[in-house]
């Protein structure tokens, strides 16, 4: 995938910007009894309330007026931070954490890299409208932001029609031409590049086509592929026939053959089409969509959701807890489960795209559910992913209420169960994601990071010359313990013509009381105190900085003159 560069001093004032007029902080109470993304009704709980912040401090009487669809509504957001401070490292005592970090000649592009993954039903949502919605807001304070539309329903539930039919009896949300237009302009408005699944569940080649072919024409360039059908690999499941769409002769060789038929169609649609899949987690079906005739392949994409272990026995690592979610261990995980998806994309030349992802696929609000913990996992995460080569991760997400919808969304509507409304606010990991948006264009770089791996160091060479880190820390910060010295050396592998030093240049911090805490927080990207600013890293002298638990600090450094 092409990698959009933008200037990162620029990207900082676009998001300052952004954020700066439309920011607004909500306290929300929220107790919810839900299932994370499937097909099953929800439970509807308390109400959310929100109160928007002045838009501009001398503003004050005017801005608590107002109008929510023009408001980013990210509670724990801080639009207007002091000057970025961390702790003296001078003063610690505590063993220090050493990373080293190196360009590998494979390195993956990171910029327009995280977003969301809707359902395709939610493309006739009213939501589209930005007269009535603030959704363009919150998409555009992730800045350029991945969006896809697919999932359960949208291969199984929703009817595509450009010539007014009748909807069948199965359908619950009918997508036309015009909803693809209402989101096509808000993506241009918020610089966002789309991918759109066409269902192969509800067997049609023809209607598929004609979808594909009115999107390609309607994104343009923004569409940068259709995937065809939304895990293929669970059409069949045995002893689940009401969750089943084939019978148990369904395999890969099925699969293949109805890929490549609806392919055939899309390119006689509209020629040239580009192509992703197969949008599943199992290495066999990635190879049967490598592997198949399909012109026009454009990347492999993966779905994972690392806590599946819903029942699971104590001895698992993969169950929806506080515990699980902030191991180390959820990080190898994702290093064997990535790493697989990105060896076998290299085997066929093309990019990992991770289309639908998660805490946990459980079903039910779990202790995890719209915690700080969820907010610290979903950097880590994309960070590690992207390291392994992942060039594109959307957060599976819903448009429903955020009393009785989906708890593991970043985003949800500020309404009823029944009437979700059009106002959209975000979760703690929301914050995460824009906190990551933040980062400068550029390349992953590859880290050896000391200790158990509660403390992980992550970083981004520029392709201005900056040098991103990002510090996550897992510690509780309910336990009592103490910040820690991080000491990170100079990046290897830049090549003769990079930066001999560098130095602090801004910060942003996302912070929480504990693991368990229901809410984030989160500055916006400021400059640094003058003690950080004074300090310099280069191959003779590495630098130091502090790590407090339960948080993750970013830290821009731009190259020295």
Same mark, same amino acid.
């Given at each position: 995938?092409?990698?959009?560069?933008?200037?990162?001093?620029?990207?900082?004032?676009?998001?300052?910007?952004?954020?700066?007029?439309?920011?607004?902080?909500?306290?929300?109470?929220?107790?919810?009894?839900?299932?994370?993304?499937?097909?099953?009704?929800?439970?509807?709980?308390?109400?959310?309330?929100?109160?928007?912040?002045?838009?501009?401090?001398?503003?004050?009487?005017?801005?608590?007026?107002?109008?929510?669809?023009?408001?980013?509504?990210?509670?724990?957001?801080?639009?207007?931070?002091?000057?970025?401070?961390?702790?003296?490292?001078?003063?610690?005592?505590?063993?220090?954490?050493?990373?080293?970090?190196?360009?590998?000649?494979?390195?993956?592009?990171?910029?327009?890299?995280?977003?969301?993954?809707?359902?395709?039903?939610?493309?006739?949502?009213?939501?589209?409208?930005?007269?009535?919605?603030?959704?363009?807001?919150?998409?555009?304070?992730?800045?350029?932001?991945?969006?896809?539309?697919?999932?359960?329903?949208?291969?199984?539930?929703?009817?595509?029609?450009?010539?007014?039919?009748?909807?069948?009896?199965?359908?619950?949300?009918?997508?036309?031409?015009?909803?693809?237009?209402?989101?096509?302009?808000?993506?241009?408005?918020?610089?966002?590049?789309?991918?759109?699944?066409?269902?192969?569940?509800?067997?049609?080649?023809?209607?598929?086509?004609?979808?594909?072919?009115?999107?390609?024409?309607?994104?343009?360039?923004?569409?940068?592929?259709?995937?065809?059908?939304?895990?293929?690999?669970?059409?069949?499941?045995?002893?689940?026939?009401?969750?089943?769409?084939?019978?148990?002769?369904?395999?890969?060789?099925?699969?293949?053959?109805?890929?490549?038929?609806?392919?055939?169609?899309?390119?006689?649609?509209?020629?040239?089409?580009?192509?992703?899949?197969?949008?599943?987690?199992?290495?066999?079906?990635?190879?049967?969509?490598?592997?198949?005739?399909?012109?026009?392949?454009?990347?492999?994409?993966?779905?994972?959701?690392?806590?599946?272990?819903?029942?699971?026995?104590?001895?698992?690592?993969?169950?929806?807890?506080?515990?699980?979610?902030?191991?180390?261990?959820?990080?190898?995980?994702?290093?064997?489960?990535?790493?697989?998806?990105?060896?076998?994309?290299?085997?066929?030349?093309?990019?990992?795209? +991770?289309?639908? @992802? !998660?805490?946990? =696929?459980?079903? #039910?609000?779990?202790?995890?559910? %719209? &915690?700080?913990?969820?907010? $610290?996992?979903?950097?880590?995460?994309?960070?590690?992913?992207?390291?392994?080569?992942?060039?594109?991760?959307?957060?599976?997400?819903?448009?429903?209420?955020?009393?009785?919808?989906?708890?593991?969304?970043? +985003?949800?509507? @500020? !309404?009823?169960? =029944?009437?979700? #409304?059009?106002?959209?606010?975000? %979760? &703690?990991?929301?914050?995460? $994601?824009?906190?990551?948006?933040?980062?400068?264009?550029?390349?992953?770089?590859?880290?050896?990071?000391?200790?158990?791996?509660?403390?992980?160091?992550?970083?981004?060479?520029?392709?201005?010359?900056?040098?991103?880190?990002?510090?996550?820390?897992?510690?509780?910060?309910?336990?009592?313990?103490?910040?820690?010295?991080?000491?990170?050396?100079?990046?290897?592998?830049?090549?003769?013509?990079?930066?001999?030093?560098?130095?602090?240049?801004?910060?942003?911090?996302?912070?929480?009381?504990?693991?368990?805490?229901?809410?984030?927080?989160?500055?916006?990207?400021?400059?640094?105190?003058?003690?950080?600013?004074?300090?310099?890293?280069?191959?003779?002298?590495?630098?130091?900085?502090?790590?407090?638990?339960?948080?993750?600090?970013?830290?821009?450094?731009?190259?020295?003159?």
């Amino acid at each position: 995938m092409a990698v959009p560069r933008r200037d990162p001093t620029e990207n900082t004032k676009r998001t300052r910007g952004i954020l700066g007029l439309t920011a607004a902080i909500a306290a929300v109470g929220i107790i919810l009894v839900a299932i994370a993304f499937p097909d099953d009704e929800q439970t509807a709980t308390l109400p959310t309330t929100s109160t928007p912040v002045p838009s501009h401090p001398q503003d004050v009487e005017e801005s608590w007026q107002a109008d929510p669809a023009d408001s980013v509504l990210a509670p724990g957001f801080d639009p207007y931070p002091p000057t970025f401070k961390l702790p003296d490292a001078t003063t610690l005592t505590g063993d220090a954490i050493s990373a080293s970090l190196k360009l590998e000649q494979d390195a993956t592009p990171f910029g327009g890299t995280v977003g969301f993954s809707f359902e395709g039903a939610d493309l006739a949502s009213p939501m589209w409208d930005p007269d009535n919605s603030n959704l363009n807001e919150m998409l555009a304070a992730v800045e350029n932001p991945v969006i896809r539309f697919g999932g359960l329903k949208g291969d199984r539930r929703v009817w595509w029609t450009s010539a007014n039919e009748p909807a069948p009896s199965w359908a619950e949300a009918t997508v036309t031409p015009t909803d693809l237009e209402n989101v096509a302009a808000v993506a241009d408005e918020v610089d966002a590049s789309v991918t759109l699944v066409v269902s192969l569940a509800r067997y049609d080649p023809d209607r598929a086509a004609d979808m594909a072919a009115h999107a390609r024409a309607i994104f343009g360039d923004r569409l940068l592929a259709i995937t065809i059908g939304n895990e293929p690999n669970g059409y069949f499941l045995e002893g689940e026939p009401d969750r089943s769409v084939r019978d148990k002769t369904w395999d890969t060789n099925a699969y293949q053959d109805g890929l490549e038929e609806y392919a055939a169609a899309i390119e006689s649609a509209s020629p040239g089409t580009p192509i992703s899949g197969p949008g599943a987690y199992d290495a066999t079906w990635w190879r049967a969509f490598a592997d198949s005739s399909v012109a026009n392949q454009t990347a492999m994409s993966m779905h994972w959701y690392p806590l599946w272990d819903c029942s699971g026995p104590a001895s698992s690592t993969a169950n929806p807890t506080l515990e699980d979610l902030t191991s180390p261990k959820l990080r190898e995980s994702a290093r064997n489960i990535v790493g697989m998806g990105a060896e076998t994309a290299e085997q066929y030349d093309l990019p990992l795209w +991770i289309e639908e @992802t !998660g805490p946990t =696929s459980c079903s #039910g609000g779990n202790e995890t559910s %719209r &915690t700080h913990a969820q907010s $610290l996992w979903t950097t880590d995460y994309v960070l590690t992913a992207a390291e392994l080569g992942a060039e594109r991760i959307a957060f599976h997400s819903t448009l429903a209420a955020c009393e009785g919808g989906a708890p593991m969304s970043p +985003i949800c509507a @500020t !309404g009823t169960y =029944s009437d979700p #409304g059009t106002i959209v606010q975000g %979760r &703690t990991s929301y914050l995460a $994601l824009m906190q990551l948006s933040w980062i400068p264009d550029g390349n992953m770089l590859t880290p050896t990071v000391s200790g158990d791996g509660t403390v992980m160091v992550h970083g981004v060479f520029g392709a201005d010359g900056s040098l991103t880190l990002v510090v996550s820390d897992l510690r509780d910060p309910a336990s009592g313990a103490e910040a820690l010295p991080v000491t990170v050396s100079a990046p290897s592998g830049l090549g003769a013509d990079a930066p001999g030093s560098w130095s602090p240049a801004s910060g942003s911090l996302l912070t929480g009381e504990s693991l368990a805490a229901q809410e984030s927080s989160l500055t916006a990207l400021v400059p640094v105190e003058p003690r950080l600013a004074a300090l310099s890293l280069s191959a003779a002298e590495p630098l130091t900085i502090a790590t407090q638990p339960g948080s993750t600090t970013m830290l821009v450094l731009k190259p020295n003159s």
